[in-house]
């Protein structure tokens, strides 16, 4: 399986970044038609929550789903149940993280986020949601969790789907 480097992240990044607002319209509707599921999920997992945390989830979840089809083009449509146990899993990690003492939260994330299958991805993620948003503000931490958590999960639903895909295709040529 291909890990996903910083330059996968780079160069999906300065790909984007070059997009007009057209092309980033078609992009956004081959995003829903490819992954319908996950973008459901993080609809579904955002809407109760403002406006800018919706678009910013969904934008990143965008940006993770580029990465991993530039590492991995072959990637599926994600099921319903590959999300719901990447779900769990996220929600798993994060009880784990709440129930690391607070003095050592830093080593246990740093550690948690190298045991991870993705973690340039979880970088990339954690980078971004510190950054401003367009008009200047910064998000709550509350609100820096919400975002991670979903594209945790989107993180862990596109790798294990990929891994999925593999072990299937090896099954079938064998």
């Not at 319209?25 to 579904?44: H, M, Y």
């Not at 939260?105 to 949601?129: A, F, M, R």
Request: hydrophobic fraction near 40%; charge should be negative.
């Amino acid at each position: 399986m291909v890990m996903i480097t910083n330059q996968y992240v780079d160069q999906a990044c300065a790909e984007v970044s070059l997009y007009s607002e057209e092309v980033m319209a078609s992009e956004f509707e081959r995003f829903f038609k490819t992954q319908p599921g996950l973008c459901d999920f993080v609809t579904e997992l955002t809407t109760e929550s403002d406006q800018r945390i919706q678009e910013l989830a969904l934008f990143l979840s965008y940006m993770v789903y580029k990465v991993v089809e530039a590492a991995r083009p072959e990637i599926a449509a994600v099921s319903p149940e590959s999300i719901e146990a990447a779900f769990h899993r996220s929600e798993a990690w994060i009880e784990k993280m709440n129930e690391a003492q607070s003095e050592d939260l830093s080593s246990s994330i740093l550690s948690g986020l190298e045991k991870d299958t993705e973690p340039n991805l979880l970088q990339y993620v954690i980078s971004e949601i510190n950054e401003p948003l367009e008009n200047g503000t910064q998000l709550t931490d509350e609100e820096k969790g919400e975002v991670f958590f979903v594209l945790k999960t989107v993180i862990s639903s596109l790798s294990e789907n990929s891994r999925e895909e593999r072990k299937i295709i090896i099954t079938d040529n064998e």
